[in-house]
Structure formats: structure tokens, C-alpha cells
């Protein structure tokens, strides 16, 4: 049986956290894995070039990570309970943060959602899971989000 001693969640957010919580918390409890909960915030820097000020930017940003810090202590509150968690927030580009993450505190699974689009919005957007599934040096669980049209 595979042995994980660390399981690294990434979470967005969105409606579809709370599910990735239930199969993390679940795992972590049959295994005994110590639970890291990561969301990543984007950085903005790419828009230095558009006449915005970095130290406008900086700002935003700064305020996108005190939000998402609060939210992070709310979600863990909420949805890990009784679980040996903890949550970080980052700043980057989310598959790099969270494969660089998943590398430095040598993660045994990373558990993260996928947005099910397809078409031309995966094209347009492109796909952090599966950027995350062709690199990440372990095993990656993707969860894909339930649609009111299914059962």
C-alpha cells in the first residue's frame, strides 16, 4: 500500500473546495498523513508593463493575500477539523507554486480540483491540474466538479 505521510491540497476557493477537503481529510485519516492546505494568489506582475504602477500593484496584491489569509484560516476551520492541517498562501503562478511546493516539503500526493472545462476554454485558460498531472514528480488526485445536471 502506498505510504503518505504528507498530502498537500490545493484549493481555489470555490464551491468545489469543501468536496476537496472531505476526500483530503479522508485520506489523511486512513493513512495518518499530515495535511498542507495551499492556495495560490496571482501575482500581477505582468501588468508592471501597462503603465500601472508596481506599488499599486504590489498593493492589490497585498490585499488579494490578507483576504485569501483570512479565508485560508476560515476553510481550515470549517472543512479540517480534528485533521493534522495547515494552510499557506503563496504568490505566483499556480502549477509552479504548487509543484514547488509539493517538491519542498516533499509532498506523497497532491489532491486538487479540476474546472471540467473543455473546448475553447481550455484553450483560453489552460488547465493548472493538468500542468500539474505532466510534472509533479508524485502522484496527483484531481477531483472534478459535480454539475447540477448530474446525479
Known amino acids: 500500500m502506498a505510504d503518505f505521510k504528507k498530502i498537500l491540497c490545493a484549493v481555489d476557493f470555490s464551491d468545489h473546495s469543501p468536496k476537496l477537503a472531505d476526500y483530503a481529510v479522508s485520506l489523511a485519516r486512513c493513512?495518518?498523513?499530515?495535511?498542507?492546505?495551499v492556495y495560490v494568489a496571482p501575482s500581477l506582475s505582468q501588468y508592471v508593463g501597462f503603465h500601472v504602477p508596481p506599488s499599486s500593484i504590489e498593493a492589490f496584491v497585498g490585499e488579494i493575500?490578507?483576504?485569501?489569509?483570512?479565508?485560508m484560516q476560515a476553510y481550515l476551520d470549517?472543512?479540517?477539523?480534528?485533521?493534522d492541517a495547515t494552510g499557506k498562501v503563496l504568490v505566483g503562478y499556480p502549477a509552479e507554486e504548487i509543484l514547488n511546493m509539493a517538491e519542498d516539503e516533499d509532498a506523497d500526493l497532491i489532491i486538487m480540483g479540476t474546472?471540467?472545462?473543455t473546448g475553447i476554454d481550455r484553450?483560453?485558460?489552460g488547465s493548472v491540474a493538468e500542468k500539474i498531472v505532466k510534472s509533479s514528480k508524485c502522484p496527483v488526485l484531481?477531483?472534478?466538479?459535480?454539475?447540477?445536471?448530474?446525479d
Open 31 to 37: 493513512t495518518g498523513a499530515k495535511l498542507i492546505c
Open 65 to 71: 493575500v490578507s483576504g485569501a489569509d483570512s479565508s
Open 78 to 83: 470549517a472543512h479540517f477539523k480534528g485533521a
Open 115 to 117: 474546472h471540467g472545462r
Open 123 to 125: 484553450i483560453l485558460f
Open 142 to 150: 484531481t477531483i472534478r466538479p459535480e454539475h447540477k445536471d448530474e
